[in-house]
């Protein structure tokens, strides 16, 4: 392998294993020497070496992180840039990879029903290249759409089914992030006790993988768990807020220091502490310049209109 593809390839690599690792600034960074670098004469055939056509792995993690960063135009770009390139190259697990797992910013951006048609896309392209496989997957990334657009018994079902099948094969990857969303669906379903097996088990798989791009959202959801479980507290909610809150910042990950400030803001208004609540959520509301009419924002505007009355 030439040096320049040897580039290319550890690139694409250190992008990925940036996003999973939680420092999606560097994802974006490695991301970008991709997109600069590739050449499709030279590089396209790595996809045999790497499972992915490099750009659009690349382009994939970047979205990802730039979600995360609260850099939603970015995020949505390079998703849509990745998909249309994957139907270009036309391999088929490639593609299938672009449609479902490649796409999942659309969901998170609040376009559902898209996330879902590609998916649809994806379990017939499993049928046409007798992909079994890309079953389970087609699930694990519906539960993601369906929790999303707060479908939570239809996406803890879908996610947990894929979930299992994955870990029955073998699959580490993104444990974190499925079971962290599968207490979020319980929560919202009230079952709390299993909710917060869930959320101790995307714990574990921190200790277990490194994999930290969910994590500030895992102590968020335990929070919200410990805040209406049996035998939890206002206390213990707070904590977890706090710590998601310190978390988010670190990395500055505006989406999840949103979420952590709204979960807090929300206690806080709770407990009569309205000033303090507003002054929390205004400070990283008013950082957005974008991302309007996505659920997260619309979340916290109502929020701190309540908290302003």
């Known amino acids: 392998m030439s040096e320049p593809r040897i580039q290319i390839a550890g690139a694409t690599y250190a992008a990925a294993t940036s996003h999973y690792l939680g420092m999606p600034e560097q994802c974006v960074s490695h991301a970008g020497m991709v997109v600069r670098c590739y050449l499709p004469e030279r590089d396209a055939s790595l996809i045999d070496n790497i499972t992915h056509n490099p750009k659009c792995w690349a382009l994939w993690?970047?979205?990802?992180?730039?979600?995360?960063?609260?850099?939603?135009?970015?995020?949505?770009?390079?998703?849509?840039?990745?998909?249309?390139?994957?139907?270009?190259?036309?391999?088929?697990?490639?593609?299938?990879?672009?449609?479902t797992g490649g796409s999942d910013v659309i969901s998170f951006l609040g376009d559902w029903s898209r996330h879902l048609e590609l998916i649809a896309e994806a379990r017939v392209l499993g049928q046409q290249y007798e992909l079994p496989f890309l079953d389970f997957i087609c699930?694990?990334?519906?539960?993601f759409a369906r929790i999303s657009?707060?479908?939570?018994?239809?996406?803890?079902?879908?996610?947990?089914q894929g979930l299992n099948?994955?870990?029955e094969s073998g699959g580490t990857g993104e444990l974190t992030q499925g079971y962290?969303?599968?207490?979020?669906?319980?929560?919202?379903?009230?079952?709390?006790?299993s909710a917060l097996t869930d959320v101790i088990k995307a714990g574990e798989w921190i200790d277990k993988t490194g994999e930290r791009h969910w994590e500030s959202e895992i102590y968020r959801v335990r929070g919200e768990i410990d805040l209406l479980?049996?035998?939890?507290?206002?206390?213990?909610?707070?904590?977890?807020?706090?710590?998601?809150?310190?978390?988010?910042?670190?990395?500055?990950?505006?989406?999840?220091?949103?979420r952590a400030a709204t979960s807090l803001a929300?206690?806080?208004?709770?407990?009569?502490?309205?000033?303090?609540?507003?002054?929390?959520?205004t400070a990283i509301y008013e950082?957005?310049?974008?991302?309007?009419?996505?659920?997260?924002?619309?979340?916290?505007?109502?929020?701190?209109?309540?908290?302003?009355?």
């Not at 730039?66 to 135009?73: D, I």
């Open 180 to 193: 962290a969303l599968l207490a979020e669906a319980l929560t919202g379903l009230g079952r709390y006790d």
């Open 165 to 167: 099948a994955w870990e």
């Open 287 to 309: 950082w957005f310049q974008e991302g309007i009419e996505t659920s997260d924002l619309k979340e916290a505007k109502f929020l701190l209109d309540e908290l302003s009355a």
């Open 266 to 281: 929300r206690l806080w208004q709770r407990q009569g502490k309205h000033q303090e609540g507003r002054e929390l959520l």
């Open 229 to 258: 479980r049996e035998g939890g507290s206002a206390e213990l909610a707070e904590a977890g807020f706090r710590r998601a809150l310190d978390i988010s910042r670190e990395k500055k990950t505006k989406t999840w220091e949103l």
């Open 139 to 143: 699930d694990f990334h519906e539960g």
């Open 149 to 160: 657009a707060k479908e939570f018994a239809a996406g803890e079902r879908s996610l947990r």
């Open 61 to 99: 993690a970047a979205s990802y992180s730039f979600w995360e960063l609260g850099r939603y135009r970015e995020a949505r770009a390079a998703s849509a840039e990745q998909l249309e390139l994957a139907r270009t190259i036309a391999n088929p697990w490639n593609l299938a990879w672009g449609l």
